[in-house]
């Protein structure tokens, strides 16, 4: 927005210089280049009669006489001095990192919030939601704002800049948005995929996961102050699918999932599918939002805010229609055999390289993601995988892979009432599942059957977290 404020400036400067340069017409007589003189009282004089010069030359006599004009010369020179100026300013300021948004004035932060670029409405995003937390923004100014943070998420042809998703959240606990404008911002908070996971081909008989990345154009909430954590969360949402119509294919639903739209999430396994028969297996049916009004009146009296969400509350679900193609084949037969030996069980554990868990999200159903990796197979594997916290498990997708492989999976989903803060011994559980060799019978020849726990897990805590605003320059 800068850039091209200067460039609009220059280019005004430089018309004004060319127009001061052209002058004014004085009138359109025959004049001698060289000095000027009016040659309309001598018409074909082969001379100058007042400095000489040879007439007759091709360029020797101007057919007008002009007179720079002093006002716009003067008033482009100077234009052109200022942008010069402030360009190296500015030149200057990128490379040396200095932040300049806390100097600007608040028509031009506005401007720059709905520009097309992400990080430039981000940056001045985040400035105005300093200064708004800060009482320094009139109530035009914020009702602005918020105009300007919903136009931008209306128009789905542009990136949505993250960083204004607080605006319009903290507008809703001031209930400062409409019903319908609730209800709009609702509609086009996500764009879901509902897709399946497993190995390919897959076959008739075999339960395949459903599931589901909803895509929310929203982001990571910065707190313009100390905002409760749950707040920060915006609008707490509950998922699920509703088929209205499948062909040859039962639908065993885990549950709805519930998670914040801030939750930095690609998708979660909402339950599985078994088609009965080969074909192309169609599946239609909804994906329905449930925002969780109470749930969010509870947090905002917990954490003493004056808020009142009444005026939404009208707004019970959103609902986006889904078709999905399921191409299915028959299976094959036979499965590899299997033998049991304990030492593999310590070799096991002794080849994984990576053993991490992710929590991407709060509350009674947090999204997670597990992830489990070795060098090399001690033996043909074909293994469920599983979260235990506690004597609790939550399942996870697994893998089959051949002696001396790498070995592995990552796999994401939600861990109903799982809570890495509660204290318990959290691991990964590996154990044997003959079904997932089947894909493989030309590698695994005899897969290992046991079981087999991983302990001293990684826990990585990626829930989103109340922030205070860094210090900011004086205006």
Not at 22 to 41: A, K, Q, S
Not at 264 to 276: E, H, K, S, V
Not at 318 to 344: C, N
Request: glycine content about 10%.
């Amino acid at each position: 927005m800068v850039g091209t404020l200067l460039l609009s400036t220059a280019a005004l400067g430089l018309l004004l210089l060319a127009v001061g340069l052209r002058g004014r017409l004085l009138d359109r007589h025959p004049h001698c280049r060289r000095c000027g003189f009016d040659l309309i009282g001598t018409p074909g004089a082969p001379a100058c009669p007042e400095c000489g010069s040879d007439l007759a030359g091709p360029k020797a006599i101007k057919p007008y006489d002009r007179r720079r004009r002093a006002g716009p010369l003067a008033a482009g020179l100077v234009i052109l001095a200022i942008v010069l100026t402030l360009s190296a300013g500015l030149v200057w300021s990128i490379a040396s990192g200095v932040n300049l948004n806390p100097y600007k004035p608040v028509w031009l932060l506005l401007s720059e919030a709905g520009s097309g670029r992400v990080a430039t409405a981000d940056a001045a995003a985040a400035e105005l939601i300093a200064r708004q937390g800060a009482g320094e923004l009139s109530a035009a100014q914020r009702d602005e704002l918020l105009r300007r943070a919903l136009a931008r998420h209306a128009d789905l042809r542009r990136s949505w800049p993250p960083t204004l998703t607080s605006v319009i959240y903290q507008a809703m606990w001031e209930s400062r948005l409409t019903p319908e404008e609730m209800r709009g911002f609702l509609e086009r908070l996500a764009d879901p995929t509902v897709f399946v996971e497993g190995p390919r081909p897959f076959w008739a008989g075999e339960s395949v996961e459903l599931w589901i990345d909803p895509s929310f154009r929203a982001g990571n909430i910065p707190a313009p102050g100390p905002v409760p954590l749950k707040l920060l969360d915006g609008v707490i949402v509950e998922i699920q699918i509703e088929l209205s119509a499948s062909e040859g294919v039962v639908y065993d639903p885990e549950a709805s999932w519930e998670v914040p739209t801030s939750a930095p999430t690609t998708g979660t396994r909402l339950g599985t599918i078994t088609p009965a028969a080969a074909g192309v297996r169609m599946l239609r049916g909804e994906v329905v939002l449930t925002p969780k009004w109470d749930q969010m009146a509870a947090a905002a009296q917990q954490a003493a805010l004056n808020a009142d969400l009444t005026p939404y509350t009208g707004v019970t679900e959103v609902r986006w229609p889904f078709e999905l193609a399921v191409p299915v084949e028959l299976s094959g037969s036979g499965l590899p055999g299997s033998f049991s030996d304990t030492s593999v069980a310590s070799a096991l554990s002794s080849s994984v390289s990576t053993a991490q868990v992710t929590v991407f999200s709060g509350g009674p159903r947090p999204s997670v993601r597990v992830a489990l990796f070795g060098d090399a197979a001690p033996a043909d594997l074909s293994m469920d995988m599983f979260l235990r916290a506690g004597d609790r498990e939550w399942p996870f997708t697994g893998f089959a892979d051949p002696k001396g492989a790498a070995f592995g999976i990552q796999s994401g989903g939600t861990a109903d009432g799982f809570d890495p803060d509660a204290g318990l011994p959290i691991s990964i559980v590996l154990r044997t599942n003959p079904d997932r060799a089947a894909r493989k019978r030309d590698q695994l020849q005899t897969i290992w059957s046991g079981e087999v726990e991983i302990k001293e897990i990684e826990v990585v805590d990626q829930r989103p977290r109340a922030r205070s605003p860094e210090p900011r320059g004086q205006e």
